[in-house]
């Protein structure tokens, strides 16, 4: 039970996270050495007590599909709670509450997980409260970094998104048109026969190292929205057409070339718009080297700073959940059973962030 006051106070949650072919369990502290304010923003400190996760792999060149993610997911959530409760040495006697991904992502997945935080919830006796998968990166990212208010870069497997705080809320500035920037790497590291441990994504990354021509693409940003699905149906035509006219490391390094000086752009505009010196990049996608590289190459140009963090963070996992519902949970937010449902479409800018000012 929260309360506010000025006697020390402390929040522990359990978080919950399987929205895509990643499960997560996470545990996180936060502490109020003053108790927890009524009229000014959250800021706790942060102990990370547990953060485990396990990946659903398919083999190189195909995708996951809904079904097999979701009975990954079943069959190997109580060995990750009983690691997370174990590397937290604690008990679910401890725990405050129990968070949980509401969406978006992959239904059956997040159905999966949701059946287990109610569970649980019943169990134990302890209030759920569900998360929005975007704003746990987001809260995730500003804990580990520090950074105050910057514009985020939101780049994963599944969304595409430019965003600034403003009014207890994560307004979006632009987005993808079509698919997510991940999504088309996946896509793309299939037609290459890529495997996909650790992820699509990170083997694009290192062939692109190996890269060195420049193969001129598509460059689609309308405003402040972009797209991927052309420039990926290119590229794949080049791949199985001409496949002795480019190496798969000069296409993946144009495809990441591309792609990535198309978010730069929006994301500048952002920061000029709002009159920012900050980006906070988080998402699976935020872990490319590249990607920091070229994003904090503009950001020193604009006499300014880029936060990202490494996989134990950027990367879909547990504790970001916790961390983003935790504060939710201080400021006497939690979702009935009879409201636990997930849903596919979950947008960051519907989320009422009550903890910021």
């Keep these: 039970m929260v309360t506010t006051g000025s006697q020390p106070q402390t929040v522990i949650a359990l978080g919950l996270e399987g929205s895509a072919n990643k499960l997560g369990v996470g545990i996180v502290k936060h502490v109020y050495p003053s108790g927890i304010p009524v009229d000014t923003e959250l800021r706790p400190e942060m102990i990370e007590l547990a953060n485990v996760r396990d990946t659903y792999n398919p ?13 990954h997911h079943r069959t190997t959530i109580i060995e990750l709670l009983n690691q997370a409760f174990a590397e937290a040495q604690i008990t679910h006697d401890d725990l405050d509450c129990i968070c949980f ?3 978006p992502g992959m239904g059956a997945p997040l159905q999966a997980v949701a059946l287990v935080a109610r569970t649980l919830s019943q169990l134990w006796g302890l209030p759920l409260v569900g998360v929005n998968h975007c704003v746990g990166h987001i809260e995730m990212g500003r804990a580990i970094t520090g950074a105050d ?31 997510a920037i991940g999504n088309c790497l996946d896509r793309f590291a299939r037609v290459l026969k890529l495997p996909n441990d650790p992820s699509p994504g990170y083997n694009i990354e290192q062939y692109a190292k190996r890269g060195s ?11 402040m929205d972009v797209s991927f699905s052309g420039i990926l149906s290119f590229i794949e035509k080049m791949a199985k057409t001409e496949a002795d006219k480019y190496t798969p490391e000069d296409l993946c390094y144009s495809l990441q ?5 198309m978010l730069v752009e929006i994301t500048e505009r952002a920061m000029a718009h709002i009159g920012s010196k900050e980006v906070l990049v988080v998402g699976g996608v935020g872990c490319n080297v590249r990607l920091q590289e070229m994003m904090g190459q503009m950001a020193k140009e604009r006499n300014g700073k880029v936060f990202a963090t490494d996989m134990r963070y950027c990367i879909d996992n547990g504790i970001m959940i916790a961390q983003a519902g935790a504060l939710a949970f201080a400021r006497g937010f939690n979702t009935p059973i009879q409201d636990s449902w997930v849903t596919q479409r979950f947008r960051t800018d519907q989320v009422h962030v009550e903890w910021r000012t």
Excluded: C, H
């Excluded at 083999?59 to 009975?71: I, K, T, Y």
């Excluded at 070339?257 to 000086?261: L, Q, Y």
């Design 59 to 71: 083999p190189p060149g195909e995708g996951f599909l809904p079904r097999d993610v979701a009975a």
């Design 213 to 223: 021509k420049y193969i001129e693409l598509p460059y689609t940003v309308k405003g």
């Design 101 to 103: 991904t509401k969406g």
């Design 257 to 261: 070339e591309t792609m990535f000086a």
């Design 149 to 179: 208010n910057p514009v985020v870069l939101y780049v994963s497997g599944g969304n595409t998104q430019v965003i600034a705080y403003s009014q207890q809320t994560y307004r979006i500035f632009g987005e993808t048109l079509d698919i």
